[in-house]
């Protein structure tokens, strides 16, 4: 929602990501939304000043359904609770580094 004009926008993602249940959770931090991968096998980065939504695989580390649900930032990470994840999950912003 952009607040100076009151308007909405939708970004499409599906020509990046498919299936139900990708994502349960975000966070905010240095122009970054963060989405905690659920279904999906990647981390999904929304720049806000592109408006340009991407993901990084994880698939290296972690492949089974219902990984992390929720997310929250802090100091440079954004933190994903683990729902079926042995481990917390960590999104270091700056390095773009995904780490359990």
Do not use: C
Not at 33 to 38: Q, R
Not at 47 to 63: A, E, H, L, P, R
């Amino acid at each position: 929602f952009e607040v100076a004009t009151s308007t909405f926008e939708m970004l499409q993602v599906s020509n990046t990501v498919s299936g139900p249940s990708k994502f349960a959770g975000a966070a905010a931090w240095d122009g970054q939304v963060v989405f905690a991968p659920y279904n999906w096998d990647g981390v999904g980065i929304y720049d806000v000043s592109t408006n340009s939504f991407s993901t990084v695989s994880i698939k290296d580390q972690i492949t089974h359904d219902a990984k992390f649900f929720g997310a929250a930032a802090y100091d440079g990470l954004v933190v994903f609770a683990p729902e079926r994840a042995d481990y917390v999950g960590t999104w270091d912003v700056s390095l773009s580094k995904f780490s359990m």
